[in-house]
């Protein structure tokens, strides 16, 4: 299982990439596996402003459907629209070409919340 230690994690199976004020999301390696095959990403919620913990889109695999929850109170700047031709791409790559969204995020110190590389693999026990 990869789990990069640049990154940081959340207990809700997601990555956050910090660069600047921007934080780019995806779901974690793991939480593909448990998925399954990725058949349809769905983020309707562009240029709106969410809190943290609000569902911003939502992730369906052959046998579900989950919702994708956001880390970091901001607005929702950036949907990675090669998804909706290619949603296998969080499957293949979901640290790079599988990313979700990018965060203009509004509180900084919601960062220090979240999970770390070392944090995340005890909460899925690697």
């Known amino acids: 299982m990869n ?6 994690y959340t207990k ?5 990439k910090i660069e600047g004020d921007t934080a780019t999301v995806g779901i974690t390696d793991f939480a593909q596996g448990e998925l399954g095959d990725i058949v349809y990403v769905e983020v309707e ?4 402003t969410l ?5 911003f889109g939502t992730v369906e695999a052959v046998k579900t459907v989950s919702d ?3 880390p970091l109170s901001g607005e929702i700047a950036e949907f990675n629209e090669s998804l909706e031709d290619e949603p296998e791409k969080v499957n293949t790559d979901p640290y790079g070409d599988g990313w ?11 960062i220090d919340n979240l999970l770390s ?3 995340y693999k005890t909460l899925v026990g690697a």
Request: glycine share 0%; hydrophobic share 45%.
């Open 117 to 119: 590389a070392d944090d």
């Open 68 to 70: 994708l929850f956001l």
């Open 100 to 110: 979700m969204i990018k965060i203009k995020f509004s509180d900084a110190s919601e």
């Open 51 to 55: 809190d943290i913990e609000e569902i």
């Open 3 to 8: 789990i990069p230690s640049d990154l940081k």
């Open 12 to 16: 809700d199976h997601e990555w956050i």
């Open 45 to 48: 919620t562009v240029d709106e």
